[in-house]
């Protein structure tokens, strides 16, 4: 399937590149073997993280604290975890992709 995206066992496993700053938050498509995702939130005291994970939250209409950053706290790669039981397919129609 993809290699940013890993659902097995209730749980989906993003790899992300994360670009902070941008005019809008959005899946902006593939970045090597990441999920680019553009952010509108600042790179400032982790208010990126937590817009990213509330986005994802909202997006997979899951409560924030079903959603875990594994890694990547700071940096613009990160491991997200969420807890959903979904497919591979319904994971990408997630971000409007196929």
Known sequence: MK???SCQAGRV???LY???GARKTEAAGEHGDS??????????DGK?????????????????RDV?????DKS??????????LADGEA?????LH
Not at 48 to 64: D, I, P, Y
Not at 68 to 72: E, R
């Open 76 to 85: 613009r790669h990160k491991v997200v975890e969420i807890r959903c039981d």
């Open 48 to 64: 990126a993280n937590v817009a990213l994970l509330a986005w994802l939250a909202e997006r997979f209409g899951v409560a924030r």
């Open 68 to 72: 875990a950053l594994l890694s990547g």
């Open 35 to 44: 999920l680019k995702i553009r952010l509108a939130a600042p790179p400032v």
């Open 92 to 96: 990408l129609a997630k971000f409007g």
């Open 3 to 5: 290699p940013w995206l």
């Open 18 to 20: 994360v670009q902070p």
């Open 13 to 15: 496993r993003l790899t």
